[in-house]
T-cell receptor, first 110, second 110 residues
Framework: EADIYQTPRYLVIGTGKKITLECSQTMGHDKMYWYQQDPGMELHLIHYSYGVNSTEKGDLSSESTVSRIRTEHFPLTLESARPSHTSQYLC?????????FGSGTRLTVV | GQNIDQPTEMTATEGAIVQINCTYQTSGFNGLFWYQQHAGEAPTFLSYNVLDGLEEKGRFSSFLSRSKGYSYLLLKELQMKDSASYLCAVSGAGSYQLTFGKGTKLSVIP
């Protein structure tokens, strides 16, 4: 039973398209995170939020943007997708330390 | 900044015991986490250490030495389903974000 949901699970999209990756959690966690992970590589933090209307950039420079207007929802948007954005995007949430991860979105930009 | 090192790959035999080491350098410390990640899936939480010593949870145990910047994950009675990547992650001072190592890919062979 998943308490944090990501959609879509897989996405293939053309260069230049705008896309939004959805992430929702039902646990009431105030902290949420987006990580990017290339195959066989480590997770890199790209955005995080500690509550409604609070968002920060992570360690990895990213051309994506996020919003947090509801506690349970933390979408990530790419205004103009490029092949370099091809990766897996993982959403996570937490109360304090330690995350619960969503299933991820595997994005391919062609 | 934070730096986390763990072996890239390990192989062990079904039924055996394997120890996966992790060394870290961090500015401040709020805890060390181990996650399991099967290929193509999201990481799942295994253990959390914030004080020195051993934490045991079924077949899995995790050890922490803060003075040495060292942790290990011990897996006993290995099963084929334990074949996965094991991620070491650290939370730094004043931060809820986790920094992940590159992961250790464990292959369990018959």
């Amino acid at each position: 039973e998943a308490d944090i949901y990501q959609t879509p699970r897989y996405l293939v999209i053309g260069t230049g398209k705008k896309i939004t990756l959805e992430c929702s959690q039902t646990m009431g966690h105030d902290k949420m995170y987006w990580y990017q992970q290339d195959p066989g590589m480590e997770l890199h933090l790209i955005h995080y939020s500690y509550g409604v209307n609070s968002t920060e950039k992570g360690d990895l420079s990213s051309e994506s943007t996020v919003s947090r207007i509801r506690t349970e929802h933390f979408p990530l948007t790419l205004e103009s997708a490029r092949p370099s954005h091809t990766s897996q995007y993982l959403c996570a949430s937490s109360v304090d330390y330690g995350y619960t991860f969503g299933s991820g979105t595997r994005l391919t930009v062609v | 900044g934070q730096n986390i090192d763990q072996p890239t790959e390990m192989t062990a035999t079904e039924g055996a015991i394997v120890q996966i080491n992790c060394t870290y350098q961090t500015s401040g410390f709020n805890g060390l986490f181990w996650y399991q990640q099967h290929a193509g899936e999201a990481p799942t939480f295994l253990s959390y250490n914030v004080l020195d010593g051993l934490e045991e949870k079924g077949r899995f145990s995790s050890f922490l030495s803060r003075s040495k910047g060292y942790s290990y994950l011990l897996l006993k009675e290995l099963q084929m389903k334990d074949s996965a990547s094991y991620l070491c992650a650290v939370s730094g001072a004043g931060s809820y974000q986790l920094t992940f190592g590159k992961g250790t890919k464990l292959s369990v062979i018959p």
